[in-house]
């Protein structure tokens, strides 16, 4: 039994790792617009120029969206149907973990086997200290914009955890993207 309660926390800590590793995403399009005449595209330097990242992510981000696309079967042209732009924010996270096993609601013991009907609050061990993690989570949003009628018609949001690791920072930004451009075009409505 001790030894269950030992790997509890490492369990738990375990499922919140793995959670946090993937790109939660949503989308946004217009109705009305017709997705299967876009078949060309190109950047938009002005929306990218505000993005508020270092200009390597830019790169790592622009170069993704390119692949994605051109693996859609789109051609990037200098007269594009569609315009590309990013916007990107991102959060510092801190969660605190309170693993104050050894008091329970009463301030004698903590909750475990014991106590009333083999569970409850009984004496036992256990540790007093909040653990403390800090992530940065980034939002990455692809903007198409209708080139012709300069109109926003499909926005994608992809919303995870940034690695501070260079060599997996590239392999998480094609997650990102990935991810996001998996979406588009949207699926026609029935």
Known sequence: MKKLFKTLPLI?????????SSVRVSTDYDRKADFSSFKTFAFFKTGIDKAE???????????????????????????????????????????VYNNAWGMGAWGWGGWGWGGWGGFGPGWGWGWN?????????????VDLINAKKKELIWQGMGTGFLSRNTEKKEERIKEFVSKILEQYPPEAEK
């Open 12 to 20: 738990a800590l375990l499922i919140v790792a793995t959670s946090c």
């Open 53 to 95: 990242i270092n200009d390597i992510d830019k790169r790592r981000i622009l170069r993704a969206i390119e692949a994605e696309l051109l693996a859609k079967g789109f051609i990037k042209s200098e007269d594009p149907d569609i315009l590309i732009s990013i916007f990107t924010k991102s959060n510092q996270r801190v969660d």
């Open 129 to 141: 200290q909040p653990a403390v993690s800090t992530q940065t989570e980034g939002v990455l949003f």
